[in-house]
């Protein structure tokens, strides 16, 4: 399936194959400029004089309509969320993907992106697991099996990894389809799909394929690189993933960035099931053991497990011996708080600030920073709508990105009255 | 948000947060007395000051209904020597603490008996982590930032979600968590977030000595500890508890919706409602659902 759409450029509406035939011809100085042009985005105001770009509110912006549409309808229906999650990995290896319209190649950067999103997706769920598969000359091959360490899959995408060939959605689906169908029937079943390439090349129905994929409950969704394609969006609304087209090296660590949160789960696709664990206590110091993961003697700074008393390295893991998958009550802790998500904080209307029975709280309630601008004008904040205290911006996207507290609700044992 | 110790600054230049516990449920039965301690804590605030020019110290208060900002040594008010006097000597910061000390007590209502009296280490934490974060955000020129509780309360069961998760943002931002114990029993949670944080737990033996402990394991900063003997953790306990009766377990039953964790099998998950074996036809119902770890 042939789609010729061009790519659409950062803040210029250019043809993409006219720009071809110029970088050919510039100095290197020259093609750092051809797809970042920093002087459109400044401003003039009414006489003629630059104005100061204010980045602060824009990004806040951005990041309020963002955190709104993810948590629009999660916060008050209180969606369930996979937590235990399987998820492959799909990087296309076709020749599409050594274009150099992200720098160096397309190829690098997915690498280098998909390697922050590993490290991010393990602390996030440290339940779940990981496998990588690669698309090249047609074929679908595993390059890492499922595992739950990051370290395999980096060391695997640390190799060099070559381009060639053409790319086939339809094999890169049945090998998932045929690893996932092994996996415990409690586990949530995804696909991420990296393609740069713009047509298929494959041995049969691609429709069934996606008919068996909706079947077996896996949820696909696709990141593209080059243009938008029919086939990728039907795919993922089939099947009740996301689907989206990076525009440029930041857009697409972004995108990539939203599938580490677990997505909301359909009820159905996975059966709540009680899983057997083991919470291995720290072997004493000075202890000799030979460990199970390396195979050689080690002294101290272990776990045992309780079943078989065989010795691991780190958690969490599944002891080699007996089977038994063991973690510690930090990784479940790491997951707590998706299921206890913290409200957003709602923007603060402009009059309300200068209403002189409001008492406004001088100090940002987090930091203690001034909330006020340069001559006791009232600048942007928001508030919490269960202790209604005020936070800066700042404050406000460190508790929803990393915090997950509200230090206004945990300040206080008993809520404010007014 | 991860933020690596800037190289621009001198290496051992730090910011110290300090969370002093002033529940009075603990400091009434404790053996050192809160104006003891308060003297122990203050001198070591004024060492800590001394060490290096450009220091800073901030103390938030972890009270039982309450927490807030006590005193910041960057801030302009505090900046003045007089006769040389030491910067965090009385007058402003005891006068806080002592408007913070009577708002709590007007804050209290009535508490049923049997309960833990736990101090909100929680909120303490979220604001120290909201400040250095400030601290962070002020450009490439910043103290290495470290939190320091002093904490005598008992651990409150409800705040274990509330604290794991600062944990494991002041681990992201490579703040290192140090705890000085002073309560009865262990505290696993402070055990818990000094380990994780790679900060340093200890739990002093004589009490009348504390400037001692204070001095010599939590003055030193950040760069200058890969030198220095300081106690290692030792048994930490990472088992969990079982919801259902609260003991702690080496192996159980985890449910795959909620992550609740269960000694014995069950046929339903009591946090979640989920039904095991089958396939769920609804989503999980928000009303077993409460901002704590579930108690049944």
């Known amino acids: 399936m042939n789609n010729g759409g061009a790519k659409r450029m950062n803040g210029a509406g250019e043809e993409d194959d006219d720009e071809d035939y110029v970088n050919g011809d510039l100095d290197a100085w020259e093609r750092t400029y051809t797809d970042e042009r920093s002087w459109e985005s400044l401003q003039e105001d009414e006489s003629g004089l630059l104005r100061p770009i204010d980045n602060k509110a824009l990004y806040h912006s951005q990041y309020r309509r963002r955190l709104r549409s993810l948590s629009s309808t999660a916060t008050a229906a209180r969606i369930q969320k996979g937590l235990i999650r399987y998820l492959y990995i799909v990087i296309d290896l076709s020749r599409a993907a050594s274009e150099t319209d992200f720098r160096p190649s397309r190829i690098v950067v997915i690498a280098k992106h998909v390697e922050a999103f590993i490290r991010e997706f393990f602390d996030q769920n440290p339940l779940s697991q990981v496998g990588l598969l690669t698309i090249k000359d047609g074929v679908a091959q595993c390059l890492t099996d499922l595992g739950g360490s990051p370290e395999s899959h980096i060391k695997a995408l640390m190799n060099k990894l070559e381009c060639s060939g053409d790319s086939s959605l339809q094999n890169a689906l049945d090998l998932v389809d045929g690893y996932l169908n092994q996996i415990p029937s409690y586990g949530h079943r995804e696909v991420l799909i990296l393609y740069s390439a713009l047509s298929t090349c494959d041995p049969g129905d691609i429709m069934e394929t996606i008919q068996k994929c909706k079947k077996s409950k896996i949820r696909c969704s696709v990141i593209g690189l080059a243009a938008e394609m029919f086939i990728c969006k039907h795919l993922c609304q089939e099947t009740g993933g996301t689907y989206s087209v990076a525009l440029d090296e930041s857009h697409f660590k972004e995108l990539i960035l939203e599938h580490a949160p677990p997505p909301p789960a359909i009820a159905e696709f996975a059966t709540a099931n009680l899983i057997k664990m083991g919470f291995p206590q720290r072997a004493a110091e000075g202890s000799i053991s030979i460990c199970s993961c390396h195979k050689e003697a080690k002294v101290g700074a272990g776990y045992a497990c309780p079943r078989c008393k065989a010795r691991v390295c780190e958690l969490p893991t599944e002891c080699r011996i007996c089977g038994l998958t063991l973690v510690s009550s930090p990784h479940l802790a790491r997951s707590y708080h998706h299921l206890f998500p913290i409200a957003p904080f709602d923007e603060v209307p402009p009059s309300n600030l200068n209403d002189p029975n409001h008492k406004l709280q001088r100090n940002c309630f987090g930091c203690q920073q001034s909330l006020l601008n340069p001559g006791n004008k009232p600048g942007l904040l928001v508030v919490c709508p269960k202790c209604k205290r005020y936070f800066c911006l700042d404050c406000d996207i460190y508790i929803h990105e990393s915090l997950h507290n509200c230090p206004g609700c945990d300040s206080f044992r008993h809520s404010k009255a007014d | ?296």
């Open chain 2, 1 to 296: 948000m991860a933020s690596a110790p800037s190289k621009l600054y001198a290496d051992d230049v730090s910011l110290v947060v300090v969370l002093v516990d002033t529940n009075p449920f603990f400091w009434r039965a404790s053996s050192l007395s809160f104006s003891q301690f308060l003297s122990h804590v203050l001198a070591f605030l004024n060492a800590i000051l001394t060490l290096n020019q450009l220091n800073q110290v901030v103390v938030i208060a972890t009270g039982y209904n309450s927490c807030n900002y006590i005193f910041d040594s960057s801030s302009d008010l505090n900046q003045s020597f007089e006769n040389g006097r030491m910067p965090v000597m009385c007058s402003s910061l005891l006068q806080k603490l002592e408007e913070f000390l009577i708002k709590d007590e007007q804050l209290s209502k009535e508490v049923p008996e049997g309960r833990i009296k736990s101090s909100l280490l929680s909120g303490s934490l979220s604001m120290a982590l909201c400040y250095i974060q400030r601290v962070f955000r002020s450009g490439a020129l910043h103290p290495h930032p470290r939190i320091l509780c002093l904490q005598g309360s008992p651990d409150g069961p409800e705040q274990y979600v509330a604290i794991m998760n600062a944990i494991f943002s002041a681990q992201r931002s490579m703040v290192p968590i140090d705890s000085c114990y002073m309560g009865a029993q262990n505290s696993a949670f402070l055990q818990q977030a000094s380990y994780i944080t790679g900060g340093v737990h200890h739990k002093p033996q004589h009490l009348d000595g504390l400037f001692q402990y204070l001095m010599t394991i939590f003055a030193t900063d950040l760069h200058s500890r890969s030198f220095l003997h300081l106690p290692k953790p030792v048994g930490v306990d990472f088992r969990a508890s079982c919801f259902c009766h609260k003991n702690t377990i080496d192996m159980g039953y985890i449910c795959s919706v909620c992550l609740s964790i269960f000694c014995k099998h069950h046929k339903k998950c009591s946090t979640c409602g989920s039904v095991f074996g089958q396939a769920q036809s609804e989503a999980a119902s928000a009303s077993d659902k409460k901002r704590k770890t579930p108690e049944t």
